[in-house]
């Protein structure tokens, strides 16, 4: 399933621009360079190419990481870190055993993400979709490590991931069209009250819809639900993943919403011309709903908005995290900073699939900030 991709064996045509490496992180069914899909579709670029050439060739030191594209937010921190180190993926023995699954798996020793790491680098992370989710925990873990994986494991046994102690390494943090606070893209469907039939859609996007949703779906082998993706991405237990993940304050965060629909009567409607059809049903049935998730969280009629799969407002800082409108002028460590909204669906920011889009001034914009930083 995996194969090493020398991503270290291209040169940059023009000098590193800074100390960091821009490490990027794919969402939930996605893929990265160690998987034989990138070549003939990078995740990042999609039809357009692949954005880590690109970004390369400016001078940008960026590597694509592959992760398990169902995984959980906490599975896929631990799989990050194994590659970032060239090391045998430790999912911690505690979280092993109450998830019902391997305490180690894939190897990459030998085959770091990163070749050559040298101190005084920094790490920036960009994570798409549920790669949100899987970078700030990833964060939270390499600073502070796991009160219950060392409690269950001997000290010669323990990864240095739990451990904690490593949060000097990082400088930035960019969530892209994230799930941060959770998506009503799960919720809407265990909410009795609402009926989705009532929400008018054509047979096509029926059809799309259908598609993708059975694409989606993760094989099960046994492990425990609170061990996937989608058990994170519902909103209560996004809000508990939330509660462990501390806002650092030497680290700059930033997070950009995307939004491809438009008021209409009722809440919002995807506008057709920028959304994928695989989404325009799923964005419809967000739009129209509101509720309340079984553990009291008033889901509004500002959640109605959407990029097809995640809710904009969503996407912005999680809940409760110091955060500010982003000013280029005032940006600081320890406050999340809301980019202005992305127009476009929840894979824009990837190029598009059947919509192309052209990302790169996007992100050659966004590393050129982040380089312009202190410390950088």
């Known amino acids: 399933m995996l194969f090493f991709t020398a991503c270290g064996a291209r040169q940059a045509p023009v000098p590193e621009r800074s100390n960091i490496e821009y490490i990027f992180v794919h969402g939930l069914s996605g893929w990265g360079s160690y998987d034989r899909t990138y070549k003939r579709m990078p995740y990042w670029g999609m039809l357009g190419g692949d954005l880590m050439e690109y970004l390369r060739a400016q001078g940008f030191s960026c590597y694509a990481a592959s992760v398990s594209p169902e995984g959980s937010a906490w599975d896929r921190a631990c799989e990050l870190y194994a590659q970032l180190n060239g090391t045998v993926t430790d999912y911690g023995k505690a979280h092993s055993e109450r998830c019902g699954h391997d305490r180690f798996g894939p190897d990459f020793s030998g085959r770091p993400l990163i070749p050559d790491w040298e101190e005084g680098k ?198 409760g995290a110091p955060s500010a409108v982003f000013d280029p002028d005032t940006v600081k460590p320890g406050t999340w900073q809301i980019m202005p909204t992305y127009s476009g669906d929840h894979m824009s920011l990837q190029g598009g699939m059947m919509k192309r889009n052209d990302i790169r001034p996007f992100y050659r914009e966004l590393l050129e900030l982040i380089d312009q930083l202190p410390g950088s």
């Open 122 to 319: 920094k790490l920036a992370l960009l994570g798409h979709s549920f790669g949100g989710a899987t970078i700030r925990l990833f964060s939270e873990i390499l600073a502070s490590g796991d009160e219950a994986e060392r409690a269950a494991t001997a000290p010669d046994e323990l990864s240095p991931f739990f451990l904690g102690g490593q949060g000097e390494r990082l400088h930035t943090l960019v969530t892209l069209a994230a799930p941060t606070n959770g998506t009503t893209a799960y919720d809407l469907y265990q909410d009795e009250s609402f009926d989705v039939r009532s929400v008018k859609i054509s047979r096509w996007d029926d059809f799309w819809g259908d598609f993708f949703s059975n694409r989606r779906q993760a094989e099960k082998d046994g492990r425990s639900e609170e061990d996937y993706a989608a058990f994170d991405m519902h909103i209560d237990n996004a809000l508990a993943m939330n509660a462990r993940i501390r806002t650092l304050p030497q680290v700059y965060y930033f997070a950009v919403p995307c939004c491809a629909t438009e008021p209409a009567e009722g809440g919002q409607r995807p506008v057709r011309s920028a959304m994928e059809p695989m989404f325009r049903r799923s964005s419809a049935r967000m739009g129209a709903y509101t509720g309340v998730t079984g553990g009291g969280f008033v889901i509004g009629e500002s959640w109605q908005e959407n990029d097809g799969l995640v809710n904009t407002v969503s996407a912005m800082a999680p809940i």
